[in-house]
């Protein structure tokens, strides 16, 4: 595929192929997939950082990546996706286990300034911060999911939600035009300039795997 097909891809989902490992991205270093904008590893639980590192330098035009349920992956691989992939505009790394927390939320909140969605679903160690930190530094977020992260229902009961946007399935179920949502200019955020509210889904619904 990378030595016949850099050039063309466009889109590839490789979901739950297993038997995919470091070897098989680090094969991509001497390719450049300069047209290749979508990439779903989702289920590919034996790619480690080392994989990220390699295909993130060799894939640098990816706009949609999800890394769903890849749990052998560190902060270390959300950092080099920050730093490596500025276009990226959606991000999944639900159940990313040590993946995601605070800390690599900070550096996904200063160098994605065009992310638009991003999914931390079941990443338990997520908080408040890392959640704010994001907000505020990805100005053009219009979508979050963030369910089935226990250490942020303090959070969601204080009124973190309603401060940057709105509970998606609220939404849905009030038929809440989205689109007619004024700007909003959150309080307490150190970033003030009005922006989008922002689509959260704040639980698990029924017969949803993502």
Same mark, same amino acid.
């Given at each position: 595929?990378?030595?016949?097909?850099?050039? $063309?891809? +466009?889109?590839?989902?490789?979901?739950?192929?297993?038997?995919?490992?470091?070897?098989?991205? +680090?094969? *991509?270093?001497?390719?450049?997939?300069?047209?290749?904008?979508?990439?779903? @590893?989702?289920?590919?639980?034996?790619?480690?950082?080392?994989?990220?590192?390699?295909?993130?330098?060799?894939?640098?035009?990816?706009?949609?990546?999800? @890394?769903?349920?890849?749990?052998?992956?560190?902060?270390?691989?959300?950092?080099?996706?920050?730093?490596?992939?500025?276009?990226?505009?959606?991000?999944?790394?639900?159940?990313?286990?040590?993946?995601?927390?605070?800390?690599?939320?900070?550096?996904?909140?200063?160098?994605?300034?065009? @992310? %638009?969605?991003?999914?931390?679903?079941?990443?338990?160690?997520?908080?408040?911060?890392?959640? %704010?930190?994001?907000?505020? #530094?990805?100005?053009?977020?219009?979508?979050?999911?963030?369910? +089935?992260? =226990?250490n942020l229902e303090g959070w969601?009961? #204080?009124?973190?939600?309603?401060? *940057?946007?709105?509970? %998606?399935?609220?939404?849905?179920?009030? #038929?809440?035009?989205?689109?007619?949502?004024?700007?909003?200019?959150?309080?307490?955020?150190?970033? $003030? =300039?009005?922006? $989008?509210?922002? #689509?959260?889904?704040?639980?698990?619904?029924?017969?949803?795997? $993502?």
């Amino acid at each position: 595929m990378a030595a016949h097909a850099s050039h $063309r891809l +466009q889109s590839l989902s490789l979901t739950r192929c297993t038997s995919i490992t470091d070897a098989g991205f +680090q094969s *991509w270093a001497p390719f450049r997939f300069i047209n290749l904008s979508h990439l779903c @590893l989702a289920d590919c639980t034996y790619l480690s950082d080392n994989a990220i590192v390699a295909l993130v330098n060799a894939a640098k035009a990816l706009t949609h990546l999800d @890394l769903s349920f890849c749990c052998a992956l560190s902060d270390t691989a959300t950092e080099v996706v920050a730093l490596g992939l500025p276009h990226l505009r959606e991000l999944k790394m639900a159940f990313c286990g040590s993946a995601i927390s605070d800390s690599s939320l900070a550096c996904v909140s200063l160098h994605l300034n065009d @992310l %638009e969605r991003l999914s931390v679903r079941g990443c338990v160690r997520v908080t408040s911060a890392g959640v %704010e930190s994001v907000l505020e #530094g990805c100005g053009r977020l219009t979508w979050a999911d963030i369910s +089935q992260c =226990r250490n942020l229902e303090g959070w969601i009961n #204080g009124g973190g939600v309603a401060r *940057w946007g709105y509970d %998606e399935r609220t939404a849905r179920l009030t #038929g809440l035009d989205k689109k007619s949502m004024s700007l909003i200019s959150p309080s307490g955020a150190r970033n $003030r =300039r009005a922006r $989008r509210p922002v #689509g959260f889904v704040v639980e698990k619904g029924p017969g949803e795997l $993502r």
